[in-house]
């Protein structure tokens, strides 16, 4: 048994020692400031939330993996800005978000997102307008349920 309790302590530590599941449910802040909550997430793995900037609270929907997928999940959600009294700018664009929940090992729970923001365009020369990017969320209060 003293043999094996290395290769067990290391096995444990690999596995993720804190053990803690990562829930996407509840109220997340990014990098950029913004907000967003996630109220739901069924049992099929659809979630539902909002995600709020300075600007305007448009809805968010998405999905994640099934619990079978650890204790660390991934997911991908979308926003649609649908606002007719923002800016034309404002009021016409999608963002898609995906990315992986983890549970970094002090046990705080990380949201790590790429992120294509997708803008209308009149002209096939200004598709450039699309925006890839990268970013982090951390929770700022859990709804426990």
Same mark, same amino acid.
């Given at each position: 048994?003293?043999?094996a309790t290395p290769f067990l302590l290391v096995l444990f530590l690999a596995l993720g020692?804190?053990?803690?599941?990562?829930?996407?449910?509840?109220?997340?802040?990014?990098? #950029?400031?913004?907000?967003?909550? %996630?109220?739901?997430?069924?049992? +099929?793995?659809? #979630?539902?939330? =909002?995600?709020?900037?300075?600007?305007?609270?448009?809805?968010?929907?998405?999905?994640?993996?099934?619990?079978?997928? #650890?204790?660390?999940?991934?997911?991908? &959600? =979308?926003?649609?800005? +649908?606002?007719?009294?923002?800016?034309?700018?404002?009021? %016409?664009?999608?963002?898609?978000?995906?990315?992986?929940?983890?549970?970094? +090992?002090?046990?705080?729970?990380?949201?790590?997102?790429?992120?294509?923001?997708?803008?209308?365009?009149?002209?096939?020369?200004?598709?450039?307008?699309? =925006?890839?990017?990268?970013?982090? &969320? %951390?929770?700022? %209060?859990? =709804?426990?349920?």
């Amino acid at each position: 048994m003293v043999r094996a309790t290395p290769f067990l302590l290391v096995l444990f530590l690999a596995l993720g020692a804190h053990g803690k599941k990562c829930n996407l449910t509840g109220d997340w802040k990014n990098d #950029l400031g913004s907000n967003m909550t %996630i109220y739901e997430v069924k049992e +099929n793995g659809d #979630l539902t939330g =909002t995600y709020l900037t300075s600007i305007i609270p448009p809805p968010l929907l998405g999905s994640q993996h099934l619990p079978d997928q #650890l204790n660390q999940p991934t997911f991908g &959600f =979308t926003v649609h800005w +649908n606002n007719s009294h923002a800016s034309f700018y404002l009021r %016409i664009h999608v963002v898609v978000f995906t990315g992986q929940c983890f549970v970094d +090992n002090e046990g705080k729970e990380i949201l790590k997102t790429m992120w294509l923001w997708r803008s209308h365009d009149n002209r096939l020369e200004d598709d450039w307008n699309a =925006t890839v990017g990268f970013g982090g &969320f %951390i929770t700022i %209060i859990r =709804t426990e349920t």
